[in-house]
Nanobody
């Protein structure tokens, strides 16, 4: 089992920034690719960003590319999502997820463990 706990969400104005963090425990963190997903009210959960086990590969949804950066610190068992130039459409609950598959993935079905989520609200 892997336990994931997100933090860093909150209320921010348009154009502002937030840094989300996810702390992992329970298994060897570096054995898991990590991802961030989000779900807005009335919408399906969608992919935001993913990072490989070593941190050497990252991939972003087109909607956040250039505005978000995913990073991980394997010795500290954390994965972060830096979000800049936030827009109202970024408002959602953001989830951290861990995948035991060999490669990072954009598909939520490939992730084995999920955090409880952290709310991000962007006000105009």
């Amino acid at each position: 089992q892997v336990q994931l706990v997100e933090s860093g969400g909150g209320l921010v104005q348009v154009g502002g920034s937030l840094r989300l963090s996810c702390a992992a425990s329970g298994r060897t963190f570096s054995n898991y690719a990590m991802g961030w997903f989000r779900q807005a009210p009335g919408k399906e959960r969608e992919f935001v960003a993913t990072i490989s086990r070593s941190g050497g590969s990252t991939y972003y949804a087109d909607s956040v590319k250039g505005r978000c950066t995913i990073s991980r610190d394997n010795p500290k068992n954390t994965v972060d999502l830096q979000m800049n130039s936030l827009q109202p459409e970024d408002t959602a609950v953001y989830y951290c997820a861990a995948s035991s598959r060999p490669s990072a993935s954009t598909m939520s079905t490939r992730y084995d463990y999920w955090g409880q989520g952290t709310q991000v609200t962007v006000s105009s």
